[in-house]
């Protein structure tokens, strides 16, 4: 009997624990989000520069979004301080962290 009682505990406190791995943390911050471009008359075989910076109301640990553009005039290039994804009309990117201020460059190629 004692030894049942002490192989269900153990099975407890392991499914805790396994249980205690996957929980998360989720909240949400306002803020701000800001676009400039490098060049407002790019010419074909031009590099574009895209920054986007999000000045948030408190500290998140990532943001993302989505650059949409005509695909058949820009194509993407890179991206810094973010990871990016190239998608059928434009590039999703994700950038993680623990700040309040994210700072996102995109450089795209006029074809």
Do not use: W
Request: glycine fraction near 6%; charged fraction near 15%.
């Amino acid at each position: 009997m004692k030894n049942a009682v002490k192989k269900i505990c153990a099975l407890v406190v392991a499914i805790a624990l396994i249980v205690s791995v996957f929980a998360f943390n989720v909240s949400a911050v306002s803020g701000k989000s800001t676009i400039s471009f490098s060049s407002k008359s790019p010419k074909i075989g031009d590099t574009v520069t895209v920054n986007v910076t999000y000045n948030l109301d408190g500290v998140a640990t990532a943001v993302s979004g989505t650059l949409t553009f005509d695909t058949a005039i820009l194509k993407y290039i890179s991206a810094n301080n973010c990871t990016a994804n190239t998608i059928d009309s434009g590039v999703t990117f994700n950038a993680t962290g623990q700040a309040d201020k994210y700072y996102i460059r995109i450089d795209l190629e006029v074809i």
